[in-house]
């Protein structure tokens, strides 16, 4: 008789120990009861010490002959656990599809052919050497920090052409869905073979075609967002992390990793070099290139075309044509299309008007369940809340009953319609709402790209990666409310979005413009707007250094939720009367309530935990983890997210 440790998909602990008459290895998939479910996990090692007490179940089924997931890959699960003070089952139920690996294996016949051959400018070819150079030394980091349209991406796949050369593998990682389908696609025709992509946007069926095709080694290059780094493959010999700055990266939910330092630390382990490539670095990779520990490369032009010309319009000036476009924004559309050329527009809200407000009261309405303000979808004719999904067709004031309401703020919806009348030309809106599947994304995309839209006017989601030759304008229509946000973060992300959007435009060879509406013009951040001037670095991280902000401190944040406010503010007192006793150097902030109080009828504490020891860091999470694990009251919920992201 054998003992066993299985991981299982569950939320508390998930490493379980079960008997087998049979010799079985590590990382293959083990099927067992818990309970009375039967569960499917992940064999992690034999137990040769069980406690000689417990009467041990059997293992019911074990699926594979050979390990699907290998000793590297279970020491990450294992990593990410220990650091992300989170059980083995959280992270794997976390990290990879329950329904996707214990599927049947499922491989599909990728296809090749000749492939589209490009070469290599001057700049390019020295960022190519430097990184080739260290593909056969095991591990090392680079970050590439190239402009906007300076060719990473070629670099890229010649380097990758080398390492699928050598019979390895290689992962290219982006951090949104939408950068998918033109990705896909320019890769098959330079790799000359089927690059297929996984996410979530992927029908079941071409989801397991990549994951078991990726697995098995027949799939030489995957293509994909988060949850791809966690697709197991033996052969892994470079991993690319494109848009490494993006807070995407970061998962919002339980473990709460962020997939760069991930990707990283798998590199470590797997002993392969690590690309992470942005026009618009984190301050974290900066510091980390600034130190030494990662390798830098610069590419500080495009090859054929100069950077887009950036014109700030101070909306204090101006009287907004619809109340949304200025006279100089309006001007640049015009001239634009009637060049036959295309226009990018970012707007920073979804729906048609992101607040209603009661003419009787004049109280704001918000969300039943949260306190957020609700928003207006016109071509629906609900109010939805954006973090419950509730909708309503018709709202009344909470605060008097009254239904007199009316509605302010422009979102993606409200634009079109002002672009539409103003100019006669179709609109292509690109927003989370407006794109409910992946094949609609791709479809919007080609459109776009085959010219049937001379506009495209999104949310963030039109400013990350996209690649239009014929686009020469880049308007932004509102970014204001991003510097109100209770974030540290909130000029970096500023930063990196504008300069993102204003690299969708004169990608070609054609000049590209670019003009932001703002009615605080005078920020110190319209001055930085340059990829090349470090200055905005070198300001964000003096400011960082002076008030102990990553990535000079490690930071965590601890959110607890109730249904009863007086539960979850004791709860949170206790937390924290709990850390100031095991604290040594580091800061513990008083609990307060969260920016948005009241999620789905849960009120919510959050505490700040800053430390310039990770050691200390980890300490005071497990002792505030601890504290409640032993005061636990019923439907009290704890989130621990460890260098956070997201503060609402």
């Known amino acids: 008789m054998k003992y066993y440790d299985v991981i299982l998909p569950v939320p508390t602990g ?12 590590n990382g293959v998939r083990a099927t067992v009861p818990l309970g009375r479910r039967t569960l499917t996990g992940i064999v992690l090692r034999e137990n040769t010490a069980p406690d000689e007490s417990i009467k041990y179940r059997n293992i019911s089924t074990v699926h594979d002959t050979n390990p699907i997931f290998s000793c590297e890959y279970m020491d990450l699960i294992m990593k990410i656990s220990e650091y992300y003070c989170a059980g083995a089952g959280q992270v794997l139920k976390g990290v990879i599809s329950e329904q996707v690996y214990t599927s049947e294996k499922t491989t599909v016949e990728i296809k090749h052919f000749e492939p589209k051959e490009l070469t290599l400018n001057e700049a390019q070819l020295s960022v190519y050497n430097g990184i080739y150079s260290s593909l056969k030394d095991g591990f090392s980091t680079h970050l590439v920090h190239g402009v906007t349209g300076s060719g990473k991406t070629e670099i890229f796949i010649e380097l990758a052409k080398k390492v699928i050369a050598e019979g390895k593998q290689v992962l290219y990682l982006v951090p949104e869905i939408s950068l998918t389908p033109q990705l896909e696609n320019r890769l098959s025709a330079r790799m000359g073979f089927d690059v297929l992509s996984y996410h979530s946007k ?19 290059m995957m293509l994909g967002a988060r949850s791809s780094l966690f697709v197991p493959a033996k052969e892994i010999g470079l991993i690319i992390v494109d848009e490494e700055h993006e807070s995407s990266y970061k998962q919002d939910e339980i473990p709460s990793y962020q997939l760069r330092d991930m990707s990283v630390l798998y590199g470590k382990i797997l002993k392969i070099p690590v690309i992470l490539a942005s026009a618009t670095p984190s301050l974290e990779s900066w510091a980390n290139a600034k130190s030494g520990k990662y390798l830098y490369h610069s590419i500080p032009c495009r090859p054929d075309t100069d950077m887009p010309e950036i014109q700030i ?10 109340g949304i476009l200025s006279i100089p924004l309006y001007d640049a559309i015009y001239e634009t299309i009637n060049r036959g050329e295309q226009v990018i ?29 609700v928003t207006y979808y016109k071509s629906t004719n609900t109010c939805k809340c954006n973090y419950c999904s509730q909708e309503v067709r018709r709202p009344k004031c909470l605060h008097c009953g009254s239904d007199d309401i009316t509605d302010y703020g422009a979102g993606t919806e409200k634009v079109a319609e002002v672009l539409e009348t103003a100019f006669e030309k179709k609109i292509l809106r690109l927003d989370t709402e407006n794109v409910k599947s992946y094949k609609k994304l791709s479809e919007m995309l080609k459109s776009f790209e085959d010219g049937e839209y001379p506009i495209m006017a999104g949310t963030q ?17 509102n970014i204001d409310n991003m510097f109100t946000l209770p974030d540290f973060r909130a000029n970096e992300r500023a930063y990196q979005l504008l300069l ?27 001055k930085r707007l340059d990829c090349l001037d470090t200055t905005f670095y070198e300001m964000e991280m003096a400011r960082r250094k002076l008030f102990n902000y990553p990535p000079f ?96």
């Open 313 to 322: 319009v101070d909306m204090k000036e101006e009287e907004p044509i619809g």
């Open 14 to 25: 998930g490493i379980y120990t079960y008997t087998s008459e049979d010799e079985i290895q």
């Open 345 to 373: 527009l970012l707007i920073n809200r979804k729906g048609y008007s992101h607040t209603l407000y009661c003419r009787k009261c004049g109280n704001i309405i918000n969300c039943s369940n949260c306190s957020v303000a």
């Open 202 to 220: 992927k029908t079941p069926k071409k989801r397991k075609e990549a994951f078991w095709s990726f697995s098995a080694g027949t799939l030489p």
């Open 500 to 526: 993102q959007l204003a690299g969708r435009a004169g990608r070609a060879d054609k000049k590209g413009r670019v003009v932001i509406q703002t009615a605080m013009p005078e920020l110190d951040l319209f």
């Open 461 to 477: 989601l039109v400013a990350k990666g996209l690649d239009f030759g014929n686009v020469t304008l880049a308007g932004i229509i």
């Open 553 to 648: 401190y490690k930071m965590c944040r601890i959110t607890l939720s109730h249904t009863k406010e007086e539960a979850v503010k004791d709860a949170a007192f206790l937390v924290y009367d709990t850390l100031l006793r095991f604290k040594n150097d580091a800061e513990v902030f008083y609990p307060a309530q969260a920016p948005i109080y009241k999620i789905q009828n849960r009120f919510r504490y959050g505490i700040i935990i800053k430390s310039p020891l990770n050691s200390e860091l980890s300490k005071l999470i497990r002792a505030a983890a601890n504290t409640l694990k032993d005061n636990a009251k019923t439907t009290l919920r704890i989130k621990i997210d460890r260098d956070p992201h997201f503060f609402m």
